[in-house]
């Protein structure tokens, strides 16, 4: 196991420039996610990490050695590919035994490798199937053996639940958050899917335009996004933006609502600025500001209704059932410990 | 009234029962097929078959035959022409099928790596097989011939590595390796492209998790490629053994057999017999010859293809 230092890494093809100087710290045995949408260099990045693709400018090191100019092979890592990359002429044992194979470890060695991965997973009864007799989550599960009989330093997943079914993914997320904490190994994960972010990352690394955005711990990131793209990434249903000008007395729309407010500096009075309110911190009040109910979901434990006011429509999550219909008025105001102002300009948090 | 009622229950009858006959399925596959039945009939199975009945009768241009069995296959099994065509064939057939292979590959890889003006050297590539084989034969020709030869016009007089022309088709072993050569540098596309597709149909992360598990190029194309290329290298092989033990055109058009018979193959004597020579019956024969030994070659990589289809994911998603 090791630790893994990117320093202000750039890449480039030709020349564009797709990763604009990342610095990022991983700690040994730390579960690292990039997260971020399609084009933003987060699997690049990874791919740099593994070797796959050079590295135009800056420094990777893996433990105290930097890789750069190091072959894929020779970085002591293993990879995850989003669609598994199995050799589909070889058993499921010889697709895991395949890296040892080509070291000429002795065969007890592999074999008992082998074996122990193949119990880590589940795989036993597998062993002798050839990769196409295998379903989606058997082969995922296969991929991740031929990562664990490496013993490696650092695993790298790229995307890979996206090819699962909902349910399966759900799942395959709870396996490889239990194997990291198992084996402990330093592990970086590529996804553009928050929730899985969320749910399995010791921390979080947002990435948007080959720049990461906000590192931090999941819930940080969730309470206190650093600017307007994190905290519309983060969260699902994504938080309520609404632009406006911060008065003395509140938050003003460009709708002529006010809205109240926590804290905020006093010098930022009259700014331009954008109020952002998490679907959950919004509360039903009667005193509170009006808005009409356009479309009810009751989800069970939580009721999700998308309200309109002062001409903007908003997501809230309320923990009570709602009688009104779509059309009707309800009342409402967020909780103004929990809002976040973001600068209009610059996006960033004030 | 009545009798209009009968016409009509009728009329319905015999349309139900065309209607029936229509969608009786044996009877609907069996008109669908009757077309291209009928020119196999005619333009396949008829000379086939016609050619192996030839072979056992002395039929000569001219004159109808009388079935004796297998006397002709008796006599060419003591004719030393006959044996050498034989032999001839399968040295062709094995030196050529090597080279068409190993150059193919070799060729194939190298496109199917990232070079500039990739697609026009592909096309490029496609030249020796799409040019007619009459004319490169008479390529060839010009290229092997005794005085004015490019080769030994470089080897002579540019780089004076030999002091005389070589005589690249007047003794017997110089022109079975100048022909195994044109045949080669006709056959090579047709490996190359077909090894191309198949190679293109190879996942690049395949490569790039045998590269993480510490694979180098060699093993890499040791266990990676090479299996991977198996189903189609199967099929382009067997394509190609069978096109290339039944060559006829290039060497007819640049030795016809010769000099004394010595590069005739098994194609060529046959219609060399059969037709200059008149003895259709002969000629048949030889040509019947060559049967067994395309089905040999057929079922080899038939059975070779069947054991790598259960090996092979149909797709690795």
Known sequence: ?350 | MTIAAEARAGHQFSHGWLTRLFDYKPFLVFICLLPALGLLLVFLSYPLGLGVWLAFTDTRIGRAGYFIGFENFQSLWHDPVFITSVWNTLLYTGVATVGKFALGLWLALLLNNHLPFKSLLRALILVPWIVPTVLSAIAFWWIYDPQFSIISYILVDVLGWRDTYIDFLGAPWPARFSLIAANIWRGIPFVAISLLAGLQTISPALYEAAMLDGANAWQRFRHVTLPMLMPILAVVLTFSVLFTFTDFQLVYAITRGGPINSTHLMATLAFQRGIPGGQLGEGAAIAVAMIPFLVMATLFSYFALARRKWQQGEDND
């Open chain 1, 1 to 350: 196991m090791a630790s893994v230092q990117i320093a202000d890494v750039r890449k480039a093809y030709g020349s564009t420039q797709v990763i604009h100087g990342v610095d990022i710290d991983i700690d040994d045995g730390e579960f690292v996610i990039l997260v971020g949408p399609s084009g933003c260099g987060k699997s690049t990045l990874l791919r740099m990490i593994a070797g796959l693709e050079n590295i135009t400018g800056g420094e990777i090191r893996i433990g105290p050695r930097v890789v750069n100019d190091v072959p894929p092979k020779e970085r002591d890592i293993a990879m995850v590919f989003q669609n598994y990359a199995l050799y589909p002429h070889m058993t499921v044992a010889d697709n895991m035994a395949f890296s040892m194979k080509l070291r000429k470890a002795p065969k007890a060695e592999i074999d008992e490798r082998v074996s122990k991965a193949a119990s880590i997973l589940g795989l036993e009864k597998l062993l002798d199937r050839y990769p196409r007799q295998l379903s989606g989550g058997q082969r995922q599960r296969v991929a991740m053996g031929r990562a664990i009989v490496r013993n490696p330093q650092v695993f790298l997943f790229d995307e890979p639940l996206s090819n699962l079914d909902a349910k399966l993914r759900v799942q395959m997320r709870t396996e490889i958050k239990e194997l990291h904490q198992r084996l402990k190994t330093t592990t970086v994960y590529v996804t553009h899917d928050q929730i899985e972010a969320m749910t399995m990352a010791d921390k979080i690394v947002v990435m948007h335009d080959g720049i990461v955005e906000q590192m931090g711990a999941p819930l940080d990131l969730y309470d206190n996004p650093a600017n307007l793209f994190v905290a519309a990434f983060i969260g699902s249903p994504s938080m309520n933006l609404l632009k406006g000008t911060i008065r003395a007395n509140g938050f003003e729309t460009e709708g002529g609502v006010i809205w109240p407010i926590g804290k905020h500096p006093t010098d930022s009075n009259d700014r331009a600025a954008v109020l952002g309110i998490r679907p959950e911190h919004l509360m039903l009040d009667p005193n509170g500001l009006p808005a009409e109910v356009v479309v009810i979901e009751p989800m069970g434990s939580e009721t999700q209704v998308v309200v309109r006011c002062g001409g903007q429509d908003l997501t809230c999550i309320f923990r009570e059932r709602i009688t009104a219909k779509p059309g009707e008025n309800i009342h409402i105001r967020p909780d103004t410990s929990v809002t976040h102002l973001f600068d209009a300009a610059t996006g960033k948090r004030i």
